[in-house]
Structures are given as structure tokens and as C-alpha cells.
């Protein structure tokens, strides 16, 4: 029978020690594991998912959103809420303070939306420009709901305005006024639902919202046209050709923004370019078409239901 001791002169076998081979096996574990585990270091090239937005640290969003150039629509949209303000400051905040403004609760409560609409539209530039994009969209629903109030009473205060002109003896001229109104809510209406439906196109999406912010300036900037300019009168509406002059001010804001797309960016985006000349488009031809028989039919048929 051979020995178990083994053959003489061969070396004896050394018995492994268990707990060295436990240590050794619980590392290749680990070294496994590791190479199962995914990378979650976002990668340039890749786009961003739904996990690597939860895991990425919330400082380095910021930090790659908030580029300086961003900065320049929250200053835009300081501008526009300066220029509402000022711009209505003879005719209502003043007044407003002394109470000796007599209005009724539709103007003021169209005022109080159309001002929000200029606080909401800086504080959602202000968290763009931040880099808090998820709480600049989780606001836009309330800018939603705000813009289609503002579309609801804009549509009102222009029928109140009608009345009032009746009341004083001068309805037609305030039937062919009220297109100035009405068609500058309308034109803000679509040019927000466009906003809205690019809201995944950020280069349009801000374009078009600047467009809509300052195609409603021209109602405050006429103000001071009507303050400081226009002759004394007896009250009513003023003539629709006036109404063009406070649009191409407001327009002006606009030219800015174009001369700021064309020294960083080499060229004027079409938003501006398309969006301003429909804008001017829309003041000039409120005069011809606020004379014709069509519309006063239209405008009148509206202050007619309201009486």
C-alpha cells in the first residue's frame, strides 16, 4: 500500500489556509460586481436619460445651464415689465394710489392679470437663466391657465371699452376702435401657442415668448402717447392710426434682440424677422380694416349681445 506521506525526497503538498481563500474569493466577488455595475458618469456624446438627470449633482446643472448669454432674456424680460409699468403708471397705478381711478372690475381685473403675465414672464427667465430648468417647466403650466385668462378678459375689457364709448355717445367710433385690442390678444394667443408647441426647441421656444411679451406693450406705451401727446379732447376712444406709432416703439425691443443674434450668432433668427413684420402687419392694417363695413358689423353684432 502506498503511503499517504507521499514518495521519499517529493515535497510534502502545504494545505491551503482557509481563511486566506475566503479573503481571496469575497475580492472576486467584489472585482464581479464592479464590472456589472454601470458606468453613470454622463458621457458628452451620449444624451441625457431620465436616470442620469436624478443622479447628476443639481450644482452641475446649474453650472452648465447657466451660461452668460442666457442672461440676456430675464434682462429683456425686466425691460418688458419696466416698460408695463411705466407705461400705465399716469393712467392707472397713480390714480390707482389717489383713488380717483373710476373703472370697473373687469379693466382692473384684466390690468392685474396682464401685469402678472410681466412678473411671471421674468421669474421664468430668471430660473431659465439659472439653470433651474425643471422648475421653469413645472411653471408653465400656471403660465397656461394665465395666458388664457389674459385671452378671456382681454376679449372682456375690449367689450367694456365699447360700452363706455356708447355710453358717451360714441359707439361706432368705439366699435372701430376695439380691434386694437382684439386683435392684439389674438395675436398673442398664437404666437403663445406657438411658444407651447416648442417648447422642445429652446432657440424657438424663447424667441417666440420674447414676441409675445412685447407684441401687448404697445397698450402702456400709448399711454404716454396719450398723456404727454395727444391734444386735449372730450373723452372717448382715440383714433386707430395712433395706435401705430406705440407699436413700432414697442418693436424696438425686438430690433434689439436681432442686433444681439446677429453679433453671437452671425445671423437674425426667422422668429424675429417673420414674427416682427406680422407684428407691424397687424397695427398698420387694424386702420383699413377698422373702417370697413365688415367689421363693424362683426364688433358691433358683439356690443349689441352685451347690451
Known sequence: MMSLRGRPGQARPKRANPEMTASFGAFSNVRQVTQIIPNFEPSPAAPDSPLMTTLIDDRRVRARDASPARYFYLNMALACAATAFLGFAPTYWVPLAHRTLSASPVIHFHG???????????LQTWLAASGRV?????????????????VIFGFFASVTSMKNAAALGKADAGVAFSIVPMSGIA??????????????????????????????LDAAIARWFLTFLAPPGPPGPPPVPVTIAPAV????LLVVAMVRDWRTEGRVHPVYIYGTLALLAVKVLNWPVSETAAWHAFAGGILALAQ
Open 112 to 122: 392685474l392679470l396682464f401685469f402678472t403675465w410681466s412678473l411671471y414672464f421674468v
Open 249 to 252: 416703439v414697442a418693436s424696438l
Open 134 to 150: 425643471v422648475n421653469h417647466r413645472s411653471l408653465g403650466i400656471a403660465g397656461v391657465s394665465l395666458a388664457t385668462a389674459m
Open 187 to 216: 395675436f398673442f394667443a398664437v404666437v403663445f401657442v406657438l411658444a407651447i408647441m416648442n417648447t422642445r426647441r429652446p432657440e424657438i421656444h424663447k424667441r417666440l415668448m420674447l414676441l409675445a411679451a412685447v407684441s401687448i
